[in-house]
């Protein structure tokens, strides 16, 4: 199959203007020549001047709301694209991120894709916000299925921030009572829900996108309707997870420093036949 368009979807970690981390940060995000791109957590009022003199060739949109966190996104010429906001993804809350809906023509062919940063937080309000929105984002699916009289070429996917929840219920004989999500039943929550929708969670060539100094964790994900196809990666995988989870264990630490502490998503959407 031949390639529909690439996609390279990074949490950046906290990009403000002139942060001298953001000119290596721009060299490794070029160097996947993405056709779409999506960076997550850009704070910098002027910090789109950046990005623009390293894809001089791209159109860009950011969200806006009360949060200090938005979605960049930047379309390459290969493609055309018309991009909303999406304020229902914000979950009726309005220090949450909104969502980027992007519209993406390659060929003859119209593409739907979801850019998401929800809820963090293992809290039951953080797990609580997580859950709307995503559902809302599967849900999404059905609109769109009937906006184009058919099976829309949908994707979701982003900072998805799984990592399960911790409800504290009391206290006894001293100790916390407490009743836990794991991070990997809130995985296999997805899995479940995106099969009802009639879509999958892609494989990824890593099973960790996130890290500090003696934790990771798996945050970062890409949920798409059945019928599409993408190129392979190693062992099958459909997502390719470049950066820190990429290198040798001794070069992880220092590479978060001096570019995020995510991993970047990178997959090809093949052409349809």
């Known amino acids: 199959m031949a390639k529909a368009f690439s996609v390279a979807s990074w949490n950046i970690e906290h990009m403000k203007d002139a942060d001298p981390r953001n000119a290596a940060r721009m ?30 060739k791209y159109s860009f949109f950011i969200t806006e709301g009360q949060n200090t966190q938005e979605i960049l996104v930047g379309i390459g010429p290969r493609v055309t694209g018309f991009l909303t906001q999406k304020v229902e993804f914000a979950g009726r809350q309005a220090y949450m991120r909104p969502g980027a809906f992007l519209t993406v023509r390659a060929g003859d062919t119209d593409y739907s894709l979801l850019f998401l940063h929800v809820a963090s937080d ?32 949908y994707m979701f996917l982003g900072d998805l921030n799984l ?13 916390i009572q407490r009743v836990q999500v794991t991070a990997q039943l809130e995985v296999t929550r997805l899995a479940y829900a995106a099969a009802a929708a009639n879509m999958r969670v892609l494989p990824k060539t890593r099973t960790a996108t996130w890290r500090d100094l003696d934790q990771t964790s798996d945050l970062d994900w890409v949920v798409a309707a059945n019928h599409l196809r993408f190129r392979r990666f190693a062992g099958g995988s ?33 052409a349809l036949q």
């Open 27 to 56: 060299q490794f995000l070029a160097g996947h020549k993405p056709d779409v791109l999506a960076l997550y957590e850009v704070e910098g009022k002027d910090v789109w001047r950046e990005v623009m003199a390293a894809f001089p």
């Open 163 to 175: 990592m399960g929840m911790d409800f504290e219920h009391g206290k006894e004989a001293g100790r």
């Open 238 to 270: 459909e997502v390719d997870v470049r950066g820190w989870p990429a290198l040798p264990e001794a070069e992880q630490v220092p590479w978060t420093k001096d570019f995020s502490d995510h991993g970047l998503l990178y997959f090809e959407v093949q």
């Open 122 to 153: 293992n809290d039951p309000r953080g797990f609580g916000l997580r859950a709307d929105m995503i559902d809302r984002a599967l849900s999404f699916r059905e609109v769109l299925d009937n906006a184009a009289g058919g099976r829309a070429n």
